[in-house]
């Protein structure tokens, strides 16, 4: 996907859309339910009615929710023939009514601080009876400093994201030891870069979310004491796909040179492959592999080549999807379902589910045993040398 340099060079009219339809064949919102209001063009005639139609307070209100359901996945922009951003839209639209507007008061407040999303994420949790890994208990500190601070060294910033920081602290230690193992020149991004702002922008206050993106670029720079960062590897597809899409532009600027923005779990992969050639780490292991809508990365290959033997989910969204998993419980519970419909048997037989996303993880565990993907590769790898 190309990066999106400026906003404004996304065309915010739901009138040009066609109404083809083609982008039903990929929403999962419309294969789960089969109804028009959940699909991008359903979506799109919505975004419409509420930007032209001067409408009451519930009919507003209905068409939010109709919007706020959508997962976020961007299927649809993919599919588009028209190469349209539905989702773009959607959520630029949902923010000028007064529901969205709160929308974004309360993702300002989730993310200004470690507590606030922390507590979010194991309130919400316990509600949905989701079960986070248990080994994500860690209380000590990350790389602060870069690992090897000579200056010809290419320097790269480990950001872990909120999960990270929070209930997932163990596989971001966990990730920093899979790095140090693999001789990767890292530091871990300073607590002033912890939340890449997603719930600001899926509010669709473009602005705002501009004015946090800058604050936290240059506040980046200078707790990198200015280092030439030339990479960034991040703990989850979505962020990598906001990082990569909307702050590439920033990141550039303030650095003064190309930016690379990674999942860190592909590149983790793609070295040990490398590295170990032909040596298998398992003996053919079975485990379950959800790959998160927004990841470009070919775990189920790599993952092969490592002698796993994998079983890959095939309906792309679990129903984590961002907000989906805190406010639109019934669509996320159908998601879920749908996911996970073909390996009851797989999960009764005690077969766990991996997956490179924190918020996937989350969902799945609702329904089976799941954990993140380097959690798997380190307990692993403790058994072996790399050369
Ligand atoms: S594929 Fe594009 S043009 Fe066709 S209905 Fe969907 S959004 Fe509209
Ligand atoms: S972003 Fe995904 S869920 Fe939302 S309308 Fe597009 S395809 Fe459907």
């Known amino acids: 996907m190309e990066s999106i340099k400026d906003f404004n060079e996304v065309i915010f009219d739901p009138s040009v859309?066609?109404?083809c339809g083609y982008c039903k064949s990929t929403c999962p919102t419309y294969l789960a339910t089969r109804d028009e209001r959940f699909s991008p063009r359903g979506r799109?005639?919505?975004?419409?009615?509420?930007?032209?139609?001067n409408l009451d307070i519930k009919e507003t209100l209905d068409f939010y929710r109709d919007l706020d359901t959508c997962s976020k996945c961007t299927e649809c922009e993919r599919t588009c023939p028209l190469e349209l951003k539905p989702y773009l839209t959607f959520v630029r639209t949902k923010n000028k009514t007064l529901f969205g507007k709160v929308e974004t008061l309360m993702a300002k407040i989730t993310t200004s601080s470690k507590i606030f999303f922390s507590l979010s994420f194991k309130i919400i949790s316990r509600m949905r009876k989701?079960?986070?890994?248990?080994?994500?208990e860690f209380s000590g500190k990350f790389q602060e400093k870069f690992t090897d601070v000579s200056e010809n060294s290419e320097k790269i910033l480990f950001f872990p994201s909120c999960f990270g920081y929070t209930i997932f602290r163990a596989t971001a230690k966990k990730t920093e030891m899979l790095l140090k193992k693999l001789g990767v020149n890292f530091m871990t991004s300073p607590k002033s870069f912890s939340c890449c702002s997603a719930p600001i922008l899926f509010?669709?206050?473009?602005n705002s979310f501009k004015k946090r993106t800058k604050k936290f670029v240059s506040k980046l720079k200078k707790d990198t004491g200015g280092a030439e960062l030339?990479?960034?590897?991040?703990?989850?597809?979505?962020?990598t796909w906001i990082i990569k899409n909307f702050m590439k532009?920033?990141?550039?600027?303030?650095?003064?040179?190309?930016?690379?923005?990674?999942?860190?779990?592909?590149?983790?992969?793609n070295k040990i492959v490398d590295k170990l050639k032909d040596v298998k780490l398992s003996d053919g292991d079975e485990i379950i592999l959800h790959k998160p809508c927004h990841s470009e990365s070919s775990m189920g290959e790599k993952l092969r080549k490592l002698g796993f033997e994998v079983k890959e989910t095939d309906f792309y969204c679990c129903g984590f999807g961002?907000?989906?998993f805190f406010k639109n419980w019934s669509m996320s519970d159908e998601l879920l379902r749908k996911t996970l419909g073909n390996f009851e048997q797989d999960i009764k037989n005690g077969v766990k589910i991996f997956?490179?996303?924190?918020?996937?993880i989350l969902q799945l565990s609702r329904s089976a045993n799941s954990n993140h993907i380097l959690s798997l590769i380190s307990q692993y790898l403790n058994k072996i040398e790399l050369r």
């Open 203 to 206: 509010s669709g206050d473009i």
């Open 249 to 269: 532009d920033e990141l550039e600027k303030e650095f003064g040179h190309e930016v690379e923005v990674k999942e860190v779990s592909d590149f983790i992969l």
């Open 130 to 136: 989701a079960k986070p890994p248990e080994d994500n």
């Open 17 to 19: 859309c066609v109404k």
């Open 44 to 53: 799109l005639i919505i975004s419409y009615k509420i930007l032209k139609e």
């Open 230 to 239: 030339k990479k960034i590897l991040v703990n989850g597809p979505t962020c």
């Open 322 to 324: 961002g907000s989906m």
């Open 355 to 360: 997956s490179n996303s924190p918020g996937c």
